[in-house]
């Protein structure tokens, strides 16, 4: 059974940092590329970073690039997403997720499997 726990969030005030965590179980990690998402109420969930199986090629959206960094720990099966310099916009319920391809990863339509989420809240 995949699954992935994400974990980390919490209330930061802006100008501060978060590193988020998603670990992996029941699957072959380093087969998967794994992605992070973001919902913020009344919005439609988003990319926002994701980094490729086999090449490890990295994307990020425009929003987050220069201040969110993901990083891979196979020996973990985990996944970091390292959020600085956090503004109130960036305050949402970020999801971890897995994907068994390598093209369209700006797509959640894309993703196989998801976590639970976990809430990140910044305040002003």
């Known amino acids: 059974q995949v699954q992935l726990v994400e974990s980390g969030g919490g209330l930061v005030q802006a100008g501060g940092s978060l590193r988020l965590s998603c670990t992996a179980s029941?699957?072959?990690?380093?087969?998967?590329?794994m992605g992070w998402f973001r919902q913020a109420p009344g919005k439609e969930r988003a990319f926002v970073a994701a980094?490729?199986?086999?090449?490890?090629?990295?994307y990020y959206a425009d929003s987050v690039k220069g201040r969110f960094t993901i990083s891979m720990d196979y020996t973990r099966s985990t996944v970091y997403l390292q959020m600085n310099s956090l503004t109130p916009e960036d305050t949402a319920v970020y999801y971890c997720?897995?994907?068994?391809?390598?093209?369209?990863?700006?797509?959640?339509?894309?993703?196989?499997?998801w976590g639970q989420g976990t809430q990140v809240t910044v305040s002003s």
């Open positions: 997720a897995a994907n068994q391809g390598s093209i369209g990863v700006y797509s959640r339509s894309v993703y196989d499997y």
């Open positions: 029941g699957v072959s990690f380093s087969m998967y590329t």
């Open positions: 980094v490729t199986r086999n090449t490890g090629r990295i």
